[in-house]
């Protein structure tokens, strides 16, 4: 469309607008292959803003694009006049403007369109002349290769060649007018793309080699070898590569005089049982070999099989090597073989224990040397645990004190206490004298072949008779220094604290006379004193270093439990690097709960521990799972054992001493009618597993000083699992022991008033009889629960429905006398039968 056309006038009146300054248009672009595009044109005018009573200044317009340079060399034309300028458009020639645009657009399009059509023939000729020239050079080659070689021409002067001329395509005129002389060019080949190449190569009629194919890829990328060698860029070969030729080279030049290796002979380890793979291993051989030999001695094996110890010689001998037998018993660490030299050997402190009856004033006394309260934390006033501190004397010397429990439940932890004491005090009160567990502790002390120390206490006390209880001590073989013994004693009060400081003397003294030694310079061996699960710290033991410096870091085997020194705790609560011989410390990084009494000991590795925690672990599996052999003892042990009610409990506790004094307390008030039975005894809080095995098996869960977390309560409160808590273990097995005598029923007492003598049978009634009776023991009642025998043997068990004596109903009938009974529920009366006459009580079941 012009813009005369733009410019005619309408006869219609345009819609009044608000003049926008921003116009858009859409352009449509063409391009080669078909593609087009969408341009989106936008026209942003310029607001002019004049000063009133000025006229707003003209608009320029844009210059026009410049004309397409002229294919033909042409004269020079004279300079045109300048042209008259355009008018002015009128404000309401907006439209023309986007049309003037879109021409400008399209011209410039038409133009670059015309010059891809024109580089794009030039092109096409170019490729079909190159293709030409190589069929041309090809068949050249061909020929002169079936022609005879011509004769060698005489040799000539080379024509010199004249380069090719190129002619500019317009030249300005010289100063007089004549045309000048066309400027000559030397022709140079342009680079070759390789996209290019390989379009030649498809239309060449010959087919390149692979090489060449190979070097034409590898042409147009640049490498770091091509970059740093300059190389023509082939491609080298791999370090690999190299190696593999060179050691082939040595195979082929070399072979011949390299000798046979010398198989290497071996200490094959063979414990009693072993897997294939793992004897392959020791014997560095292939385990398919072993699997071959054995398969040729009639043994179809694979290789995760395990074979015996006699086997396993055979193949160790057929492949050469040496065996060394070894038994499982090898595996596990003997302590008592472990002998320290006199030389290494230095002065220890003295471990003292602390032993008495319950409320005797143990840890009050010791809560006076160390100048601690440790009786006010305790429930009920008694100690439950056993307890590790160390005290320095007033000459600076350190003493290690084990409180033990008193309680008659605490049997194993004051047999603990006394085996790994040096020195053991026997608290007595001076006002109670001697009880069962002072007794029991002197036993322990002369078992433990230990020295002991007798302290007398509260003997601030009224009533205190320190005599008394040396003149008891006499009864037990325990004769005091008073009177003419070896045994010392001394009295103290622990709530006045006198007496403390002769009590130390005396323990100087005799840790001086046994001159206590050990060797702090090797890998440290301990005695577990208490062990339970903590919920922020996981498996926590307090140990007592027997030898040797438990270091942190140091890897350990306890028991069936193995693990790694994290921390090392002190009595005071105060984390340590190392504790030597007679120190006790908490140890923390264990993998389970070891059983108090267990030995610790320091290994080389972890897995030196982990072999001999597995070991451990095994004997006791078989231990526990072990069957007796019957006989005529256990036979009738069994046959009681099933007639007997059991009473299943899942029990958990705070420490490992006291879960064991809670199992042994348990089972020590079964009866022939009713047992124990532990399903589960475990140390640390109540879990859900511990729930959902209570609540199958319908038993009550005891938590002594525990309590579940919150998941396990909802699944208490779900299951009605019955939950029993406790912080005393005497309160423990009162309820316990009334729980079982209430699933055993009230006692059945039969006491037995009269007999009888059935002299004849009569008719009573329809239906029922009457026995004539003589009454020969006792009186007859009437209500009275009554057995029938004859010739011993009981006939029925009734009840005397009436009794009467000549036709008259009476209560009772006394001996030599004769009566008439109806029996209840039973017609089966003969003559001759005997009527035995009996009360039934009922009480309440006592264990």
Do not use: W
């Amino acid at each position: 469309m012009s813009d005369d056309t733009n410019n005619k006038p309408t006869l219609t009146r345009k819609p009044l607008t608000l003049s926008r300054s921003l116009e858009s248009g859409e352009v449509k672009q063409t391009f080669s292959h078909g593609r087009t595009n969408k341009v989106v044109v936008e026209v942003k005018r310029k607001k002019l803003v004049g000063k009133p009573g000025y006229a707003p200044e003209p608009e320029v317009a844009a210059p026009p694009p410049p004309p397409p340079p002229p294919t033909a060399p042409v004269a020079a034309a004279p300079t045109p006049a300048p042209a008259a300028p355009a008018p002015r458009p009128t404000g309401n020639d907006m439209l023309s403007r986007q049309e003037r645009q879109a021409k400008l657009l399209r011209e410039a399009e038409e133009a670059r369109l015309t010059m891809l059509e024109e580089s794009s023939r030039r092109e096409a000729e170019q490729r079909a002349q190159r293709a030409e020239d190589e069929r041309q050079r090809a068949q050249a080659n061909r020929e002169e290769a079936a022609a005879p070689p011509p004769p060698p021409p005489p040799p000539a002067a080379a024509a010199p060649v004249e380069p090719e001329t190129f002619e500019p395509v317009a030249e300005e005129a010289n100063k007089d007018g004549a045309a000048p002389a066309p400027r000559r060019f030397t022709p140079v080949e342009a680079p070759k793309r390789p996209e290019r190449e390989r379009e030649e190569a498809k239309k060449a009629p010959h087919r390149p080699t692979r090489g060449a194919a190979d070097d034409r890829r590898q042409s147009g990328k640049l490498t770091v070898t091509r970059a740093l060698e300059g190389d023509d860029g082939a491609r080298a070969r791999s370090l690999a590569a190299l190696k593999r030729a060179r050691e082939k080279e040595k195979r082929l030049h070399g072979g011949g005089n390299r000798q046979a290796q010398v198989k290497q002979t071996r200490d094959v380890v063979v414990p009693e049982t072993i897997t294939v793979q793992e004897l392959a291993n020791r014997m560095a051989e292939k385990g398919s070999d072993l699997v071959k030999a054995l398969f040729k001695m009639g043994m179809p094996v694979t290789i995760n099989e395990t074979i015996d110890q006699d086997t396993a010689e055979l193949l160790v001998e057929e492949f050469g090597h040496n065996i060394t037998r070894v038994s499982d018993a090898d595996v596990d660490i003997v302590h008592d073989e472990d002998v320290d030299a006199v030389e290494t050997l230095k002065a220890r402190p003295p471990v003292v224990t602390v032993m008495g009856h319950v409320d005797h004033g143990k840890t009050s006394l010791l809560d006076a040397l160390r100048g601690a309260n440790v009786v006010s934390g305790e429930a009920g006033g008694i100690t439950q645990h056993i307890g590790a501190y160390q005290v320095k004397a007033k000459d600076g010397s350190l003493i290690t004190f084990l409180d033990t429990p008193g309680h008659e439940a605490f049997t194993q932890m004051r047999q603990r206490g006394a085996s790994v004491t040096d020195i053991v005090i026997l608290v007595v009160a001076a006002d109670d004298g001697l009880m069962p567990q002072t007794i029991e502790a002197i036993k322990h002390a002369k078992a433990a072949n230990v020295p002991m120390i007798v302290a007398i206490n509260k003997v601030d006390k009224e009533g205190a008779n320190p005599q008394k209880v040396r003149e008891r001590l006499l009864e037990h073989e325990v004769v005091v220094e008073a009177m003419g013994g070896e045994v010392q004693d001394v009295e103290v009060s622990a709530l006045k604290k006198t007496g403390l400081d002769d009590l130390l003397d005396k323990l100087a003294l005799q840790a001086e006379v046994m001159e206590l030694k050990s060797n702090p310079d090797r890998a440290a061996e301990a005695v577990v004193v208490e062990a339970q699960l903590d919920k922020g710290r996981g498996a926590v033991a307090t140990v007592l270093v027997k030898r040797g410096t438990l270091k942190r870091g140091d890897i350990f085997v306890v028991g069936a439990q193995s693990g790694k020194v994290r921390a090392l705790v002190n009595d005071k609560g105060q984390q340590v690097s190392e504790a030597g011989p007679a120190t006790p410390v908490e140890v923390l990084g264990l993998t389970g709960v070891p059983s108090a009494g267990d030995v610790l000991t320091v290994v080389e590795n972890e897995a030196r521990a982990r072999e001999v925690a597995l070991y451990r672990k095994e004997q006791s599996t078989k231990v526990r799972t072990a069957q007796v052999t019957p006989n005529l003892e256990n036979l009738f042990d069994n046959l009681s054992a099933t007639r007997a009610m059991e009473y299943p409990v899942v029990i958990k506790g705070d420490v490992q001493g006291s879960v064991e004094a809670i199992v042994t307390a348990l089972n020590n008030i079964s009866t022939d009618e009713i047992k124990v039975r532990v399903l589960l005894a475990g140390v640390g809080g109540i879990t859900e597993s511990d729930m959902l095995l209570a609540a199958a098996s319908n038993a009550p869960l005891i938590g002594f000083n525990v309590r579940p977390n919150s998941k396990a309560a909802a699944l208490a409160k779900r299951d009605r699992v019955r939950l029993k808590y406790f912080d005393v273990i005497y309160h423990l097995t009162a309820d316990i022991a009334k729980e079982m005598a209430g699933e055993l029923g009230p006692e059945i007492i039969e006491t037995v008033v009269g007999r009888a003598e059935v002299k004849d049978v009569f008719k009573s009634g329809k239906r029922d009889k009457a026995a004539g009776l003589l009454v020969t023991e006792g009186i007859i009642k009437k209500g009275l629960h009554a057995r029938l025998t004859r010739e011993d043997v009981i006939v029925s068990k009734t009840t005397i429905a009436s009794l009467r004596r000549f036709k008259d109903n009476i209560d009772e009938v006394r001996a030599g006398l004769e009566c008439g009974v109806v029996l209840a529920d039973t017609n089966d009366v003969k003559a001759g039968d005997m009527l035995e006459v009996f009360e039934v009580e009922e009480r309440e079941r006592t264990l």
